[in-house]
Nanobody
Framework: QVQLVESGGGSVQAGGSLRLSCAAS????????MGWFRQAPGKEREGVAAVYSGGGSTTYADSVKGRFTISQDNAKNTVYLQMNSLKPEDTAMYYC?????????????????WGQGTQVTVSS
């Protein structure tokens, strides 16, 4: 049974930093795509960042470019999201996602495996 378990969420003031982690287990092979999505109350789930195996290429939403960094540790089957210069509009539930094929874009429909989420709250 595939499991994605997020950790590292919390409350922080604007301008602060948080580091999210997502540990994957139960998958026989390595995921090709791993990413982070977020969903604020009353809004649709949006893609934040993704990293792809076979070179480690990354993609980011425009709203987080220059502030967030996604990385992965293949040996630990873990993906990270370093979030700096946080803003109140970054407040959301953050979800880890993964898939066995390369996702064509940062759309939730392109990812088949999901974690339960970790809350990030940024106060002004």
């Amino acid at each position: 049974q595939v499991q994605l378990v997020e950790s590292g969420g919390g409350s922080v003031q604007a301008g602060g930093s948080l580091r999210l982690s997502c540990a994957a287990s139960g998958y026989r092979y390595s995921f090709v795509s791993m990413g982070w999505f977020r969903q604020a109350p009353g809004k649709e789930r949006e893609g934040v960042a993704a990293v792809y195996s076979g070179g480690g290429s990354t993609t980011y939403a425009d709203s987080v470019k220059g502030r967030f960094t996604i990385s992965q540790d293949n040996a630990k089957n873990t993906v990270y999201l370093q979030m700096n210069s946080l803003k109140p509009e970054d407040t959301a539930m953050y979800y880890c996602a993964a898939d066995s094929v390369r996702a064509g874009s940062l759309l939730a429909a392109n990812f088949g495996y999901w974690g339960q989420g970790t809350q990030v709250t940024v106060s002004s």
